[in-house]
């Protein structure tokens, strides 16, 4: 196995959430990376501005924070800090002194607005009167950073000649919150097994009624591990649901080798015609060649087990297999189909799936990487690829759910009594 091959196996991801809204309920938007590559201050009459998406409606902002230091030719103490809506409006105004907030180094500074609702589209903007360097972010994702003027508020033409307009990010950050869900979760069953699945009900509130979505995750009490999960779309600001657990596990493997717990869930809302080839799905990450970023995937596995198709986290299909595809498009020669869209390539890509596991001491998880299955067989074969449900091994078990909003709220809840597997 070459070095690079290696790394993909060992690399250790941190479980994607947002801890801030796990505490207190804050969430904070952000486009930058945390890495500043340089830092730039601007004229006496201009400022950084950065456009922002509330995350639900009436989503209440309460701070910025910055990521600047104070420059050695200051012209001016003082800074102004400005939230417009979506018209360029007003609706709130801060000014204070820079040397309270920042320092001769670059760090955060986190600045409280008065709390305002917002919706919709929103701008944060930032005149430092040449005092402040702001960081700026060129490996981040692209966001809304612009240059605008006040009195009246616009927005200017970009013209920082050392940076590209949609390869930059001013480093300000919109801090806020909405209230979060209360959930009470109760563990209905002591065992679990195929005849008698164990039952886990949750009762949830979300005050201002913008429910996304709950987790279950079943964790073996002894070495941590998520062993399975479930995911259940909501809608609203009151729920009522009911997961169970069959006291099993998924499988993936092919003709060689063999991984597990892999975390598949049921699909949900597709057609008639293709639901039993995409019943499953488990989220992976894809290398389509040696040396190539990891991608973000879902893999799709049918009632049989059969790994029928594989997709990307902004959609784009990179494997269907020739079941799919016939039903999909049944005029379509596969042959034809596999030469021009299939983009995996034989004996060089690969996917691993996820292994989630809840450490003890605290129960913030973290995501590491099974071995992953190198895709050497044909794709008229599905790649030799299999899901299978087993029986779990026997011992304790415990429950957590996780309930989210549209507002980044995410709520963590453990359930006090243990499921056996006997």
């Not at 250790?12 to 990376?33: E, G, K, R």
């Not at 989220?283 to 040696?290: D, F, G, R, Y």
Request: hydrophobic share 45%; proline share 4%; charged share 25%.
């Amino acid at each position: 196995m070459t070095a690079a091959r290696m790394s993909f196996v060992i690399i250790f991801l941190l479980f994607m959430i947002c801890q801030a809204a796990l505490c207190d309920s804050f969430v904070t938007l952000a486009y930058d990376d945390g890495e500043a590559e340089d830092g730039l201050w601007i004229d006496d009459m201009r400022g950084h501005s950065v456009l922002f998406t509330a995350p639900c409606e009436n989503w209440t902002l309460s701070g910025a924070a910055i990521y600047g230091k104070l420059s050695p030719e200051s012209r001016s103490d003082i800074f102004v800090l400005e939230v417009w809506d979506e018209d360029l409006n007003l609706v709130s105004k801060v000014t204070d002194r820079a040397g309270s907030f920042f320092g001769d180094e670059f760090d955060w500074a986190l600045v409280d607005i008065p709390d305002v609702d917002v919706s919709g589209d929103f701008f944060v903007s930032f005149y430092e009167f040449a005092g402040v360097y702001v960081g700026v972010g060129l490996d981040s994702v692209p966001g809304g950073s612009l240059i605008s003027a006040r009195n009246p508020n616009r927005i200017l033409e970009w013209d920082a000649e050392a940076y590209q307009k949609n390869q930059t990010n001013w480093m300000i950050r919109a801090v806020g919150y909405s209230p979060a869900p209360d959930v009470d979760l109760s563990v209905l069953s002591g065992t679990a097994s195929r005849d008698r699945p164990a039952a886990v009900d949750l009762k949830i509130r979300d005050p201002d009624r913008n429910l996304k979505s709950a987790l279950l995750y079943v964790v073996k009490n002894e070495s941590r591990e998520v062993v399975w999960s479930d995911l259940r779309a909501l809608d609203g600001g009151d729920a009522e649901v009911r997961f169970s657990w069959p006291g099993t596990i998924f499988q993936v493997s092919d003709d060689r080798s063999s991984t597990a717990p892999v975390l598949a869930v049921d699909t949900a809302g597709l057609p008639e015609n293709v639901s039993s080839y995409l019943a499953r799905y488990a989220t992976c990450a894809l290398q389509l060649s040696e040396g190539d970023l990891l991608i973000t995937a879902f893999a799709y596995f049918g009632d049989d087990g059969k790994f029928n198709a594989l997709t990307d986290a902004l959609g784009r299909v990179h494997y269907q297999s020739r079941d799919v595809l016939n039903m999909t498009s049944h005029d379509v020669d596969y042959m034809d189909y596999m030469a021009k869209n299939i983009t995996l390539q034989k004996d060089d890509s690969m996917v691993a799936f996820y292994r989630v596991v809840v450490p003890f001491g605290h129960r913030e998880p973290y995501q590491m990487f099974h071995q992953p299955f190198l895709l050497s067989r044909s794709p008229l074969f599905n790649y030799r690829l299999e899901l299978e449900e087993l029986d779990a091994d026997p011992g304790a078990y415990l429950v957590i759910v996780e309930v989210e909003d549209w507002a980044y709220n995410a709520v963590r809840v453990e359930g006090t009594s243990r499921i056996e597997v006997i």
